[in-house]
């Protein structure tokens, strides 16, 4: 691995936390650094921003427990924070991938139970793999928008907003733009399964060629019909239906049998009230969805959702406040959800007060935790977006489930506002607590094979 790669990061925690709940505890915090490059040296070449076309930036937009030490991020849609071209709302080609990395825990040999600040655990994350995303049939894209590597039989997805045919709806699996925001592992450790915001979408990709498998049919008043490549602008103002601009399928669960993918949406369709969101579940072999309401308590949407088991889910709940937009985070929370028993709003029209929600309990504020660790406010990542359960681990003799929780980090490598006029690292942070069996007396681990890896840089 060269010098522009990963290379291992053996990252010393500095903060400990006392947890929101009796046994949910911080035990590590590991970071990437923005500054470096993936494995795929073939698309290093600059984006038209300007960017590195294979920085190691957004991976903590989705996180999927893949066995072992193992884990999958995916990053979103690629750079678009540095403004470049509003008219495709300064993306870029980025080529749509996901990353594999071995984070292993170890023990702190200067942890100190007495000194605020001292974890027991580091936490290492060292790149392994990047997998680029492709069809094999041909893709939509705009003007000049195709992706240079594309050959016959192999056309990548990418995050330019133009990629799309405008005489279909927004859930074509034919454009060639993608803005994956959650990623989860089969069963049999072969494929991955990504959502996404444009679609909305959900695919099934080739864990080892990056190559799609198969496009998951949603429901149709999920979609737009007017797609614009300037999102917000343009895209709400001329649609009375479907998922609002940039805030479609955020979060994607897959239940440990590797039957059932659960995604959710980020905010409320356009036709629903506000803050009353959709969660919809897929049955993997027969495509079947139903679909269930969600109030948001308080936050401003809905970033993630993990399986407990086959009907109770983890679902994070966040607001846009924090490190990246220059104020005070205030809501990071998780919440414990369980479908069993909850009523199938598939056939409402439209969201409201009338509509029957899923049951909900607060089960982890990460805000309150990070801070009750002496991480200021202003320096807990705004884009929390993240969450998987990693492999158990025995500390002081009992078994703990570790849940992993991790940052979008916009590909900005520093940000520099008004809380931070000298700068201020914007790394890929991961921070990890052990949940005692008490709390999650139901958990049910995700059973994946192996996957034997023989090259870098797939797809």
Known sequence: MTKNHLIPLLLLPLFAAPAAQAEVNLIAIGEVNANYQDMSTRTAAPLESGIAGNILGGVGSGLAYAGGNTFLAIPDRGPNANAYNPLVDDTTS????????????????????????SLPYILSPFLIDTTLLSSKLPLSYGIDGAPALNSVGKYYFSGRSDNFDAGKSSTNPLNGRLDPEAIRVSADGKSVFVSDEYGPYVYKFNRLTGKRIKAFTLPEHLAVTTQSAQG???????????????????GLAITPDGNTLVGIMQANLIQDTKKYIRIVTIDIATGATKEYAYLLTDGSGASEIVAINDHEFLVDERDGKGLGDDSTAVVK????????????VSDLATLDATSPV?????????VAELTAAGIDANDIPAKIESVAFGPDMVIDSVTKHTLFIANDNDFLATITDDT??????NANKFFVFAVDSADLPNYVPQTIAPLVRDNHDRG
Do not use: C, W
Request: negative net charge; glycine residues 8%.
């Open 94 to 117: 980025y080529i749509n991938r996901f990353q594999t990395f071995n984070m292993a825990l170890a023990a702190n040999p200067s942890y100190d139970s007495s000194i605020t600040g």
């Open 232 to 250: 917000d602008a343009v895209e709400i103002p001329g649609n009375t239906s479907g998922r609002t601009a940039n805030k479609g399928m955020e």
């Open 333 to 344: 929370k998780l919440f414990k959800i369980d479908l069993s028993g909850a009523t199938d």
């Open 358 to 366: 899923v049951a909900k309990t607060l089960f982890l504020d990460v």
């Open 420 to 425: 931070h006029p000298n700068g201020i690292a």
